[in-house]
């Protein structure tokens, strides 16, 4: 059972526009990661977000981690070709598991 | 700057063959992990070592599969008798401990005919 969903599973827009990712679930994570996934290869690593509140920019992605720790979000502005790839969003739950929790991923298509 | 590597990263094999694979970590690196990706799935967890033990084991590590770190270095995972529902993306990845980042490697593509 995932405990975390991604919204949306898929995204096919143009290079130049904007998307946000979500991803949500009813459990408090200690820290919560964001990868990036292309065809064949494993994720690799975007970001690290402990804080609840928490705002980190990575060039043109923005990731925020909920108040409440059992959210967070990925806004792409101006998205590129080379943005296309699959977003997967990870947890560590709270209780002192060292295994993280993927959702099933937000495949982006970034159209030139 | 070496990263986490695995070998193979393609392996086919008929049903009822045994299969193994080799994860090496980044070298500092005392946590290593493996995970399970099939399509359209996120990775999901298998087992995680802290130097050479082993802490943590998911349900989905049925008694065909066992994995080892001998020496606290690099990781193996055997499938025994493997059946068409093995095939999959393993992911290997390791950590410091820091807010549980993990690194992961290339993976390893199991197709089992």
């Known amino acids: 059972t995932q405990l975390l969903e991604q919204s949306p599973q898929f995204l096919s827009i143009q290079e130049g526009e904007n998307l946000t990712v979500y991803c949500n679930s009813s459990?408090?994570?200690?820290?919560l990661q964001w990868y990036r996934q292309e065809p064949g290869e494993g994720p690799v690593l975007l970001v690290t977000?402990?804080?609840?509140?928490e705002v980190k920019k990575l060039k043109r992605l923005t990731f925020q981690f909920g108040d409440a720790r059992k959210d967070s979000s990925l806004h792409i502005t101006a998205a590129q070709p080379g943005d296309t790839g699959l977003y997967l969003c990870?947890?560590?739950?709270?209780?002192?598991?060292?295994?993280?929790?993927f959702g099933k991923g937000m495949k982006l298509t970034v159209n030139p | 700057d070496t990263g986490v590597s695995q070998n193979p990263r393609h392996k086919i094999t008929k049903r009822g063959q045994n299969v193994t694979f080799r994860c090496d970590p980044i070298?500092?690196?005392?946590?290593l992990y493996w995970y399970r990706q099939t399509l359209g799935q996120g990775p999901e967890f298998l087992t995680y070592f802290q130097n050479e033990a082993q802490l943590e084991k998911s349900r989905l590590l049925s008694d065909r599969f066992s994995a080892e770190r001998p020496k606290g270095s690099f990781s193996t995972l055997e499938i025994q008798r493997t059946e068409q529902g093995d095939s999959a993306m393993y992911l290997c990845?390791?950590?410091?401990?820091?807010?549980?980042?993990?690194?992961f490697g290339p993976g390893t593509r199991l197709t089992v005919l």
């Open positions: 070298s500092e690196h005392n946590r």
């Open positions: 977000v402990v804080t609840g509140g």
């Open positions: 990870a947890g560590s739950p709270q209780g002192g598991s060292e295994k993280l929790v």
């Open positions: 459990s408090v994570f200690s820290s």
């Open positions: 990845a390791s950590s410091l401990g820091w807010y549980n980042e993990q690194f």
